[in-house]
């Protein structure tokens, strides 16, 4: 298998269940049943609260040994005021991913829309701090970070600790005109960030927020397949997350994109469907 991992932002969505998994999926077997279809998750529960030990070490032996998972750390880390003042915590947190062993990819901290490049020396403070055998990806909202010369700034910083820069593409569900409440909800809660593909580390954590009409999303998707493509063979490792605001759609993303992969040569290995399908193809 190349070094590429698709997924989700969730395992434990109920009306997958006959769809996305196969139909009778108990809530204990949700993780099972995921792993069997995709091949990485984002742990966006963690940002709420920490897992206790013998879930995380039920959620590696749950899933097989080419499966990973990307949490993200604690909003009570990332969005309570300056960095260096969570170091203690923030160590507390990574050893209790740690139990995950082999199966802990990139965790990836998501600081706030106030956090902003003037807070660049806390931010340098908290990276030196950081365990580098952990693999991290940072990913920013503020605007200041984008300007030329703060990306570039903020870009050495990161290379200069081999963490990742997460790439957040939220050009599909910002597409055309719309009244769909939750459509409208999903762009008020996204980040309103420039496209960039800015590669810092030798992995790349994508998040992609697509739109429920996939005729969008899938000329975006064959754009990133060529992108990816050139990564891998750059020697990149690339972590992929489809995220939709209509949840049913976030696994048929995934499908279009590993199509798209493999239609490129790339050795992904799309699933055998669990039975019966109602909607998803192949997954």
Not at 113 to 142: I, K, M, N
Not at 231 to 239: A, E, I, K, Q
Request: charged content about 15%; proline content about 9%; hydrophobic content about 45%.
């Amino acid at each position: 298998m190349s070094n590429i991992y698709l997924g989700c932002a969730i395992w434990g969505y109920r009306p997958w269940v006959g769809q996305f998994l196969p139909a009778g999926t108990s809530n204990g077997d949700m993780l099972k049943a995921y792993a069997e279809r995709l091949t990485t998750v984002e742990i966006n529960a963690t940002f709420y609260a920490v897992p206790d030990q013998p879930t995380v070490a039920r959620w590696a032996s749950d899933t097989p040994s080419n499966f990973r998972f990307c949490p993200k750390v604690p909003r009570a880390i990332s969005h309570s005021g300056n960095l260096t003042q969570q170091i203690a915590a923030t160590k507390a947190f990574v050893a209790q991913m740690q139990f995950l062993g082999a199966k802990l990819g990139p965790i990836f901290l998501q600081l706030g829309p106030s956090y902003s490049p003037a807070q660049f020396g806390d931010l340098q403070t908290w990276l030196a701090a950081w365990d580098r055998s952990v693999p991290l990806a940072v990913e920013v909202r503020h605007r200041g970070w984008f300007a030329p010369q703060a990306a570039q700034r903020l870009n050495g910083l990161l290379a200069e600790h081999g963490v990742g820069r997460v790439l957040v593409d939220v050009r599909p569900i910002n597409t055309g005109t719309t009244s769909d409440q939750v459509i409208l909800d999903a762009r008020r809660k996204k980040p309103t960030v420039p496209y960039h593909v800015d590669v810092t580390a030798p992995f790349v954590l994508l998040r992609f927020m697509g739109h429920p009409d996939l005729a969008i999303d899938r000329p975006l998707l064959e754009q990133w397949a060529d992108t990816i493509v050139a990564m891998l063979n750059d020697g990149l490792t690339v972590y992929g997350f489809m995220h939709c605001p209509v949840e049913e759609r976030s696994p048929e993303m995934c499908e279009i994109l590993a199509q798209a992969l493999v239609a490129r040569g790339v050795a992904y290995p799309l699933p055998t469907p669990p039975a019966p399908i109602q909607q998803l193809s192949l997954f």
